[in-house]
């Protein structure tokens, strides 16, 4: 047998304790949020002051993720994995054992540091360690439980909570991260870059404010508690941040985050017109939620239940994608696929307190499984034009890409709930108004076919073309 067919099995577990280890990020974003008003009976403050607990992890995740790249280059990958893992863990156990609220964000500012690198920088390790034969494989091994993580976060965060206290969402993350370590330690190899460089400190300067005022500017959006002129400040401020960063990098040969890849077609379209799905993937449940708690009187339990079933469809998806993609290619399969995905949307609008349960199931396990297969798609298809050199930079840029889709997806939910019960006369929330949110939603993610019909007909053919070749070889010897 071949070395290559000896490495691959490897690779691919590398991949996949890669992808379980990030799961922990996704998975806790999602679950303390079932868990705030717990939280702050337990402060004694409002509801709505909590949602700074979310907000303090957003603003340290992303404020942190330009660094990525230069991390892993500079110290090695593994290594910064592994203390990215222990990080979150010891900050999760900080955050379990706060007695106060200063505490509290303090902990989750570093935790969100800590849970932003585990993505970006296992990327790098998956990307540097697999042939392109093998992208579409690895990047669904690495993929599918981050995806896992908001969809199971809110129903076993809601148990949790339940059952326990909210202290345990973060005691969870203990043990897990361990057996983390211990597994990246095992199976994950470290493969260094020669790309090494000194750290481009005025780069830093800039993007980092630019990033963190962007992100804390989106989630505010949702307070009423702030005043509009001090949102769009921050906002704007972090605009013109950005705007000086881009400048920046094209005038410096090292800067922290390279943005020479988003030159590259497939690149550019995977990060940029991405953008759009991976709101929709943190829209929905949000929406979901709502629809089924306080639209159709469902407890917590019940309305998680249902929404598993969209987790059961990404997890389903993982063993199609090969198929998918050599049947259809990247392209006919992504743009048709984003009809589907909208249409699978709207028709939660459609949903009734009396719908059959049954009927909303298997609806959501379709979307489920529609949503993860476009996720993946986009997420390999990034990489396909790009030599080795450039993973690191392109793995940064796209999580900054999926963070703040995920910021804007959690922001646009609120925001157009609330303007459609303003534009209802409601002076509650019900049903129908959430149910029009679906189709606000359904119809922006179509955004993304401006981007997708740009793709060349054969993008991402050397992923999937020689993948029958390399398997006759393996079966041969």
Known sequence: ?????????????????????????????????VALPRMAAAFGVPVLSLNIVVTAYLIGATAILPLCAWVADRFGARAMFLLAVG????????????????????????????????????????????????????????????????????????????????????????????????????????????????????????????????????????RADLPPWLIMLVIVGGAACALGYVVHARRTAKPVLDLASLQVATARISSIGGVFPRMLASASPYLLAMLFQIGFGLNAVGAGGLIFAGAIGSILSRPAINSVLRWFGFRRFLLANTWLIAVSIAVCAAFRADTPHVVILVLLFASGLLRSLQLMALNAIG???????????????????????????????????????????????????????????????????????????????????????????????
């Open 1 to 33: 047998m071949s070395a290559d067919a000896v490495q691959r099995p490897g690779s691919l577990i590398a991949a996949t304790v890669v992808g379980c280890a990030a799961f922990m990020q996704a998975f806790d974003t999602s679950a303390v949020s």
């Open 87 to 222: 990080g979150f863990g010891a900050s999760a156990l900080a955050c379990g054992l706060s007695t106060g609220l200063p505490v509290l964000l303090a902990a989750r500012v570093v935790e969100g540091s800590a849970g932003a690198l585990l993505l970006p920088v296992g990327r790098i390790i998956v990307l540097r360690s697999v042939d392109k034969a093998d992208f579409v494989r690895a990047m669904s091994a690495l993929t599918l439980p981050v995806m896992l993580g908001p969809v199971i976060g809110p129903p076993i965060g809601g148990l949790i909570v339940t059952l326990a206290s909210w202290r345990w969402l973060f005691f969870a993350n203990v043990p897990v991260a361990i057996v983390g370590m211990a597994l990246v330690w095992r199976f994950v190899p470290e493969i260094r870059s020669e790309a090494a460089h000194p750290l481009d400190v005025k780069g830093t300067l800039l993007i980092v404010p630019a990033l963190a005022g962007i992100t804390f500017g989106i989630a505010a959006t949702t």
């Open 383 to 477: 990489y396909v034009d790009l030599d080795k050199a450039e993973f690191a930079a392109a793995s940064t840029i796209a999580s900054v890409s999926q963070q703040l889709a995920m910021s804007f997806g959690i922001a646009l939910s609120v925001v157009t709930v609330q303007l459609l019960q303003r534009l209802a006369g409601a002076a509650t929330l019900d049903a129908t108004v959430i149910a029009q949110a679906f189709l606000v939603v359904a119809a922006l993610s179509l955004l993304s076919l401006r981007w997708i019909v740009r793709l060349p007909h054969d993008a991402g053919h050397s992923m999937i073309a020689p993948r029958k070749l390399a398997l006759a070889e393996a079966d041969a010897e």
